[in-house]
């Protein structure tokens, strides 16, 4: 049977069609035989062409892999084979192949039943002869990548070994093998084992140095070991931070390398500051940092080309080029990541002598690189941006907007929509000057040039989306615009992001949309019922839109035409097929929801089926295949019989390098998520969002239709939602879906109440994450190394944010009395962040936080009286207006609940607020103010002389800004008209 096979596969590799589709055939016939494995066998052992015992191989494989658990007797036959054969094969193909091969059977076999295995890998690996050591560790490699967890006992020689090989730095295959064996180790190890690692870190470094000057694919391929290291145990590579920076920055700058290798440099340096931001400061790797990717930034395209994104026309560009990014595009990335996780007063001192020479720069690519910089800085250091750079940085982006060269006038164009994304509401003030701008480039811009019209719509949209009522004198020409655009213009890129505005205009515009209601819907009308394949991204885009409508302008507009819009959606769907419509139609649906409510129910079945298909739907994962992908040419010979043999265990396909998602399926299953939840904008942070959503809704039934069976599934879901919020606050590595997992267990205790903290053990748990954040323990934080340094990432401060706004809601939920020793716990936390050193935004939160708390423990505050009132009264007189303001409302609620020990301190505090009263200029203060008084007066009259503070307390009616204050003034009112009516 082996020569009869040995023709089949030859006969494969004839250019003959036809004779390739009977030899397909005849194979398909073939693996039926029982002998077939045999056959291979002989096939692999004797064949001398190389393609033909590689073919064997891989073939081989997919048969074993289906049939070794019903192999008995020729399990050890074919397992010496391999081994015996690998030492032998001289082709690196056939070797490959064989070393796949030996890989899978080792996966069901397990160590212990063949240990030859690894005394060949070590016997090898070990030889004097080079090409054996090359043998040796890939067929190590082929293994620990499909199963690194068996050679746990083996780890220790493994990294003797590595470390032997590592050193052989003439042999490139053998460094190549090597690092990759160590980057499917690295995961594997944990606890004191990592440290086996440590030792290796700069030998990774000189073999991927080594492997640059041999192969340089080979070498980019290489440092993925570093994402392994930093993915698994980043605390090993701390120890060589500053060597591994320097040599990422190396490869980063050097221009004779590929632009694959100097981008990978670059993701690792971005990687390395995400995760250790606080370690680059301490060993004052930042200034090498921002020498180093500024000339990147700024370097020109080669003579006569352009940056893709600088392309004139969106057609220009090439198939999947929008998406690439150039070791520029990454540089501006690694600025992006050190704003979002550095101080900004640790990053702009440095920044700022590199930036602003090129902002003033005659060079366009280095005006382009610092308004490129100018842009990334909005998102992560917004609020140092807000309270000092604001004006100063606007006024250089306008200016750039209507520069003579179109590089710059795009750059310029990309910071004002990420300014006006990050930067509200203050931007929102500076209309008067930026709209005008905006429109005036709109009707210059060349329409053919799509790219610069899509760029123009991008700022635009961004910067109206928030205006409000600010929006209302720029509406008639907006509208005029658009609607003409989505009428008459012959561009369908020009409608598509036409409509794309038309839904931003109305988000910042909402009820002032109405008089153009009807026109705008005769337009959307008309793409909405279009049947063309050519028009279908503007009808994708007018269905997104509308659900924008529909958010924006509400019940009493939408109301008559829910039905049809719902309709309208369900159709679409159903009649064409795209990833990119279903996500509208979803945004569409939860919209609609909100104006339909209980009139949706007879649509709910139907909706929610297409939503979980979505969410379970593979369609859109490319599979990445290795170079044994050409031969599986007969993937489907196998019949159902063989298919199924154990269908306990799923194999892993040996083939499979990766998985790639494409961006409109990924956006699909957001929207998925949002639309049975809330609206968000990634699949993880929406399906965390909308278990919550699904808790409080259940619980509103609950409360409108009380049983002891609707009360149970409350109860069920809360057992399975609140452990996965815990855990994933304490354990996602990525800060934002960690932000939206302490907003919606905040939202859960602010809806669910007591019933999200069941027991004394629930309670603990929940402190025991916030207090995990607030100590920066959790996985997405950078521990902190300098207990002193309490500057911080803005991000960082959000995210401690979210953590401290749980405390009074958990205070809430489970009563003073019972929180107070958790309190305990927490208090020296947030006293630690009123400290004058502090920021602002930190005094803010902290000082919010602890009034906040007040408010809900209540009686049990009296205890914590001693401790509160002295920050309190500091921050009271502190320059920033939140923190002053925040502050004189915790004094008024720690009046109202610290008892007997507050009394005592009343003279003082009215002495305080008298002060305050006459002098300070903050509306909110001054409204605050007001209440404070009122608490006192409400709990103790007596000490409060009424005849003297209540004249000044009516002066300063009505409250201008904290309206919510109005029910205690108010109240106090009352109270003295009852209690004195001669006052």
Excluded at 977 to 983: L, R, S, T, W
Aim: hydrophobic residues 45%.
């Amino acid at each position: 049977m082996a020569n009869m096979l040995e023709a089949i596969l030859r006969s494969l590799l004839q250019p003959d069609n036809a004779v390739i589709q009977q030899a397909t055939a005849q194979l398909k016939e073939a693996v039926k035989d029982p002998l077939i494995i045999p056959a291979l066998c002989d096939v692999l052992r004797g064949a001398q062409d190389p393609q033909i015992r590689q073919f064997a191989a891989v073939l081989l494989r997919r048969r074993l892999i289906k049939r070794w658990k019903m192999m008995q007797e020729q399990k050890e036959s074919v397992k010496s084979l391999l081994l015996e054969a690998i030492a032998k094969e001289p082709e690196h193909k056939v070797r490959y192949a064989i070393a796949q091969l030996s890989a899978v059977i080792l996966r069901n076999e397990k160590l212990e039943h063949w240990p030859q295995f690894i005394q060949f890998v070590l016997q090898a690996s070990r030889s004097n002869i080079p090409e054996q050591r090359q043998v040796g560790l890939l067929v190590l490699r082929c293994a620990v990548d499909l199963t690194a967890e068996m050679f746990r006992p083996h780890f220790p020689d493994l990294i003797k070994l590595f470390t032997q090989t590592l050193s052989d730095l003439q042999n490139g295959p053998l460094l190549f093998y090597t690092v990759q064996s160590v980057t499917c180790v690295a995961p594997e190890l944990v606890g004191n084992e990592t440290n086996l690692l440590r030792p290796l870190i700069p030998k990774l470094v000189t073999a991927i140095k080594q492997l640059i000057q041999i192969n340089q694919v080979q070498a980019c391929d290489a440092m993925e070991v570093f994402d392994a290291l930093m993915e698994n145990e980043v605390s090993v590579i701390v120890h060589y931070l500053s060597e591994v920076i320097h040599f990422c920055l190396e490869i980063a700058v050097s221009t004779s390398l590929s632009d694959n290798l100097r981008v990978k440099s670059l993701y690792c340096i971005r990687f390395l500051i995400k995760l250790k931001s606080k370690s680059i400061l301490k060993q004052k790797l930042l200034p090498q940092i921002l020498n180093a990717v500024f000339p990147i930034m700024c370097a020109e395209p080669p003579p006569g080309q352009l940056d893709p994104e600088d392309e004139e026309e969106e057609d220009e560009l090439l198939e999947g080029e929008a998406e690439m990014e150039l070791p520029k595009h990454y540089a501006v990335q690694v600025i992006d990541i050190l704003a979002l996780h550095l101080p900004p007063e640790k990053l702009f001192p440095q920044l700022s002598p590199l930036m602003e020479p090129c902002l003033l720069s005659s060079n366009p690519y280095e005006r382009k690189a610092g308004l490129m910089c100018l842009a990334v800085l909005s998102e992560g250091c917004a609020d140092h941006i807000r309270n000092k750079h604001l004006q100063s940085m606007l006024q250089l982006v306008c200016q750039a907007i209507t520069d003579k060269n179109h590089v710059v006038r795009n750059a310029a164009l990309y910071a004002l929509g990420q300014f006006s994304e990050h930067l509200q509401p203050d931007i929102s003030g500076y209309a008067d000057s930026v709209l005008p701008l905006l429109m005036d480039y709109l009707v210059n811009v060349d329409p053919s040039h799509t790219a610069h019209l899509t760029k123009a719509y991008y700022a635009l949209e961004n910067f109206v989306e928030n205006l409000g009522s600010k929006i209302e004198p720029y509406l008639p020409t907006l509208m005029e615009r658009i609607l003409s655009a989505l009428s008459s213009s012959d561009s369908v890129r020009l409608k598509e992001l036409s409509g794309s505005a038309l839904g931003a205009i109305a988000n910042g515009a909402e009820q002032l949309l109405c008089p153009y209601f009807a026109s705008i819907m005769e337009v959307l009308k008309v793409h909405l019922m279009q049947t063309t394949e050519e028009g279908r991204p503007v009808q994708i885009q007018c269905l997104e839109t509308l659900g924008v409508l529909v958010y924006s302008l509400g019940k009493e507009t939408f109301l008559p035409l829910a039905e049809d819009c719902c309709l309208l959606g369900l159709n679409l769907c159903d009649r064409i097929d795209d990833p990119n419509m279903r996500s509208c139609a979803y945004s569409l649906f939860a919209a609609l929801s909100g104006v339909m409510e209980d009139n949706i129910s007879h649509h709910l079945e139907k909706m929610t089926t297409m939503m979980l298909l979505t969410l379970k739907s593979s369609q859109g994962i490319v599979i990445q295949y290795n170079e044994n992908r050409s031969f599986m040419l007969f993937d489907d010979e196998a019949d159902e019989e063989d298919i199924v043999i154990h269908e306990e265990e799923e194999e892993e396909d040996p083939d499979i390098e990766g998985f790639i998602v494409e961006n409109a399926f990924v956006d699909e299953k957001v929207e998925s998520c949002a639309s049975l939840g809330s609206p968000h904008n990634n699949v993880r942070k929406s399906a965390y969002e909308a278990i919550g959503k699904f808790v409080r809704s259940v619980h509103i039934v609950c409360q409108k239709y009380p049983s002891e069976t609707n009360a149970k599934v409350v109860l069920q879901l809360l057992e399975v939602v609140i452990p996965a919020y815990l855990h994933g606050a304490v354990h996602d590595k990525e800060r934002e879906v960690v932000m939206i997992i302490l907003e919606s267990l905040n939202n859960l205790l602010k809806d669910v109440k007591e019933l999200c903290v069941r027991g004394p053990e629930q309670l603990g748990k929940i402190c025991d994450v916030i207090k995990a954040v607030l100590q920066s323990k959790t996985a997405c934080q950078d521990e902190a190394e300098d207990e002193e340094d309490n500057q911080q990432a803005e991000i960082d401060a959000m995210l401690m944010e979210y953590a401290g706004e749980g405390i009074p809601l958990v205070a809430a939920a489970v009563g003073g009395g019972i929180f107070a020793p958790y309190f305990v716990g927490f208090l020296p936390l947030l006293l630690n962040k009123t400290k004058s050193s502090c920021s602002p935004a930190e005094k803010s939160f902290a000082v919010g936080t602890l009034a906040e708390s007040v408010v809900s423990l209540g009686e049990a505050t009296a205890q914590f009286v001693a401790q509160l009132l002295p920050p309190f009264i500091t921050a009271a007189q502190d320059k920033d207006n939140e923190v002053r303001s925040n502050a004189v409302f915790g004094l008024g609620v720690l009046a109202e609940h610290g008892g007997a020990a507050m009394l005592k301190n009343f003279p003082k505090l009215l002495s305080m607020f008298s002060s305050l009263i006459s002098t300070e200029k903050n509306e909110r203060t001054l409204d605050n103010v007001c209440g404070a008084v009122s608490r006192m007066i409400l709990t103790h009259p007596e000490g409060v002389p009424v005849e003297q503070v209540f004249p000044v307390l009516l002066r300063s009616m009505p409250l201008k800004k904290d309206f919510e204050e109005n029910v205690t003034v108010f109240k106090c009112i009352a109270f003295l008209y009852d209690k004195n009516p001669a006052q």
